[in-house]
Each structure stands twice: as C-alpha cells, then as structure tokens.
C-alpha cells in the first residue's frame, strides 16, 4: 500500500495501515513533523480517488487544504471536487519517528441532513409568520367595524346608566357594559401580538401607573387573590401606551389567578437595573414545567381547558412589551409559581410625565366631530354635548374640511376617526395643518397600518367616555410646540 516501514505498533503485516474492520469508515493518513504523507489506509484511496503510490511523500493539504480560522473543513478529492470534512489528529509512538495519524470522514450526508433539517425549520418559521400576517390583516379588517359597534354599545349603556334608578336595571346594563369590553379587550389582543394595535407612548411614571392601576385589578381578581406590591423608590419613567400596559397587567393578573385555584399571593415588584425599569410580576400559583415554559410565548398556546383560554395571553404580553422597546423573561419551576420580568427603557423625562385625571371633566372649547358610522357619531356628540362641549359633526373628510373652512378656523379640536370613505383621518389631518399649523387634532381608530404616521394624538378604539374627555382634555390643555403645535 506503499513504501515507507510502519511503526511496528499501528502497521500491519505487509507494512501497510490496518483496516478494521475489513473497511473502515474513516480515511487514515498518517504524516510526519513537516506535514507530509507516510502511509494511508485503503478508504484514502477509496475517498479522495488518489491510488496510494501519488500521496506518499505529498504534503497532507493535498487532502484537506487550510481554510480561514474557524470555516469549516473540507476534503478534496483528485477530480478537485470538494466535501465537508470532520478531521482529527492523534500521536503515533514510535522509537524511530514522531507521526501524526490524521482521520478524515465525510459527513455529506450529516450536513445535509442539518441543512434540510434548517431548511424545513426556516420554513416553519415563515409559515408561522405568514399565518401571523395573515391573522393580523384580518384582525385589522374586522377591527374597525367591531370597535365602532363596541363603541356604541359601551357609550349607550353609559348613558343609559346614568338615567336608571332600578338597582337591577343598573345591573343589568353593567353586565352589558362588561361584556362589551371583554370583547374589546380580545380584538386589543389580536392587534397586539399581531403588532397592527394604535399605540400612543408618552412619558409615564410606572410606579404611579400600577398604583392607579391595581385596585381595578384586584377586583378582576377577586378576594382571592392578595395582591401585594413592592415598589421602588422615586419616579420609574418609561416611554409606553398606558391602555397597553393596563392590558399587559390584566393578562398577567388573570393568568396568576388561573395559577392558584386556591388561591394565593401575587406580587408586582419594580426596580432599575441597567437603565431599565423591570416590573416582575410573581404568583405562588403551580408553576410550569420546562416544555411548558419553552412555549409559553407562543400565539395559542394554552393548557387550560377548551373555552377557558385563547391562548393570547402571554403572547400579547410580549408583543405589546417589545412593540414598546422591551423585553420579556419568564421564570418558573412546578410547585414554585412564576415571574414575569418586563424590562422597559428608563427615560429621563420626569417633568414631562403627565398627570391623570382622576374624573372625566368637559369644557366649553368648539369641536369638530368627524365620523362615518352614524349611531357612534349621535352617541359620542351626545356625550361631548353634555359635557358642555360645542360640537359641530362631519360624516367624512371632505364634509369636514368644508366645516373646517366655513368657520374659517374657529375649531379648537378636531377629533376624527381614522378609516373612513373619501377621505381618511390621518389624510384629513395632514390637510387641516396645511391650513392651519396650530390645529389640534385627536384620531380615533381600532387599527391602523404600520406605514401610516397620524399627523396627532391617537386614541384606540373603542372609546370609553372617560378615555374620550381624559384624551379630549390632555390635548386641548397640552403646551403648544415652538411651531404652534400642541
């Protein structure tokens, strides 16, 4: 097999490199100090085409040339041809000579087993995405409709409200009213993992956002349930939605209660690490076992009963978190319950944080009113009207720049929906700032596409009656901008 002795412990009979068993599956090239060529088994020959008698005496790069540092090793064969490569090297003793005893094996078909095994993996992934996509673009289409008729219906039953004095016709309109934003709550979590929802970030203390925030949840929790908090000191400012946040608590909330069927602790703790606001939010609820934990992030994925879940839950969560900037890590072990840790950026804006008013108040000021669907545009001028509010009302766009322009002006806000015929919101926007610059305006809307920019303050869909005079208030009373703008 060639001409050079072997050493007398590794060599067979005739002098050449064993092969056990009778074919091995490894080519063995042994080399001396400098690199080059001793001896070769016959899988050499068999794998790299060159009979025994050509690589003696050649240097080993003939076989397996140097790449880059860490690329990937190859093989080449005679006709030039090229495969990848797993090659290691072991000492050879021998009183006459130091040799080095190279082992090459192809793994063709290992690397090509990863690439199909990544290729089907990548696959997967775009199949989810694109079943994300496709969710969200329907989300977004059924959204607007389904927030207006939400809309009118949570207005309506707030009016109503107000004109009852029968306990249980009270009753009987608030289970109305909670019905309508459980529903309005399940779109914001289709929008909000598909990543479609309106956002308006502004500055926001966190530890004053849960405090206002908590006993709302406590009684969604009910009694058993102690929610205890741990609040660091001095102001947490981040840069978020507040109506999202609120969402990425009540989903946690109910999920903590889920956990503890008997009842137990949950515990919102804040603090700053590394110029992050995390909030952790713990239960001593069952705790989940590590499959579970690994798809715990996933779009519907639950353990809960059929008609218990939808398996959005965890997922808004962190959709709605990074949308923010953030991020989301979960601890949680059986039996040891589980923590939510929820990592936002810090800003320095305290001043800027805004006060929320703790009752929905009116004014006296004009407003433009401008709304396609016509039972939400009597409810909400209604609304505005009894609170002392002048408003003038627009079925579209281009009936609203015509009223804009009648009143040469005189309008102090002009709150409009987003997605209208003839002209959309936004669009309608743009324009009244091109006549003018100091225009306040308020958009409205249940979804709106990721390329458009509102030209103002954005209000998501559907509109409670205190959001609507909070939101009305904040921007008629926001300190105008060097060039006009409030």
């Given at each position: 097999?060639?001409?050079?002795?072997?050493?007398?412990?590794?060599?067979?009979?005739?002098?050449?490199?064993?092969?056990?068993?009778?074919?091995?599956?490894?080519?063995?090239?042994?080399?001396?100090?400098?690199?080059?060529?001793?001896?070769?088994?016959?899988?050499?020959?068999?794998?790299?085409?060159?009979?025994?008698?050509?690589?003696?005496?050649?240097?080993?790069?003939?076989?397996?040339?140097?790449?880059?540092?860490?690329?990937?090793?190859?093989?080449?064969?005679?006709?030039?041809?090229?495969?990848?490569?797993?090659?290691?090297?072991?000492?050879?003793?021998?009183?006459?000579?130091?040799?080095?005893?190279?082992?090459?094996?192809d793994v063709t078909e290992r690397v090509e087993s990863e690439q199909v095994a990544r290729r089907e993996g990548l696959k997967a992934q775009r199949d989810r995405f694109d079943r994300l996509q496709s969710l969200g673009r329907l989300a977004g289409g059924v959204a607007h409709d389904f927030n207006n008729l939400l809309g009118v219906i949570l207005n309506y039953s707030t009016l109503l409200s107000r004109r009852l004095t029968d306990d249980l016709a009270v009753a009987d309109v608030g289970q109305i009213t909670a019905a309508a934003e459980r529903a309005a709550a399940l779109t914001r979590q289709l929008l909000a993992f598909a990543r479609r929802d309106v956002a308006y970030r502004e500055p926001l203390d966190v530890n004053q956002f849960i405090d206002d925030f908590v006993p709302e949840l406590r009684r969604t929790l009910g009694e058993g349930v102690d929610v205890r908090l741990d609040l660091a000191d001095g102001q947490l400012v981040v840069l978020a939605d507040r109506q999202q946040l609120e969402q990425v608590l009540h989903n946690l909330g109910i999920n903590s209660r889920d956990a503890m069927p008997a009842g137990g602790v949950l515990t919102i703790t804040t603090r700053v690490v590394s110029g992050q606001v995390v909030v952790a939010v713990a239960d001593t609820g069952v705790g989940m076992e590590p499959e579970i934990l690994a798809r715990a992030l996933e779009p519907f994925f639950t353990t809960k009963p059929p008609g218990s879940g939808t398996g959005l839950g965890l997922a808004t969560v962190f959709g709605i978190v990074t949308q923010n900037g953030g991020q989301v890590g979960i601890v949680s072990s059986p039996s040891e319950g589980t923590t939510v840790n929820l990592s936002l950026p810090r800003v320095e804006a305290a001043d800027e944080v805004r006060e929320r008013s703790s009752g929905a108040k009116g004014g006296t000021e004009r407003l433009l009113l401008v709304e396609d669907e016509q039972s939400l545009r009597f409810v909400t001028e209604r609304i505005l009207a009894e609170h002392g509010y002048e408003v003038v009302t627009a079925s579209n766009g281009v009936e609203a720049l015509e009223i804009f322009d009648r009143y040469d002006g005189a309008i102090d806000l002009v709150v409009t929906d987003v997605v209208m015929p003839l002209m959309r919101g936004d669009e309608l926007g743009r324009r009244l700032l091109e006549r003018q610059p100091n225009v306040r305006l308020l958009l409205m809307s249940g979804y709106v596409a990721g390329d458009v920019a509102p030209p103002g303050r954005l209000l998501e869909k559907p509109v409670s009656e205190a959001d609507l005079l909070r939101a009305i208030r904040e921007v008629l009373d926001a300190t105008p901008d060097p060039d006009g703008r409030a």
């Open positions: 097999m060639h001409r050079r002795p072997l050493p007398t412990d590794v060599g067979g009979a005739d002098g050449g490199l064993t092969d056990t068993p009778a074919t091995a599956p490894d080519a063995l090239v042994a080399i001396d100090g400098t690199g080059t060529i001793v001896f070769i088994n016959d899988r050499t020959e068999e794998l790299f085409g060159w009979p025994a008698h050509d690589l003696i005496g050649q240097d080993l790069q003939l076989l397996v040339p140097e790449g880059a540092p860490g690329s990937p090793l190859s093989g080449r064969r005679r006709d030039g041809t090229r495969f990848p490569a797993e090659v290691s090297r072991s000492a050879l003793r021998n009183r006459d000579q130091a040799l080095i005893l190279v082992s090459v094996r």
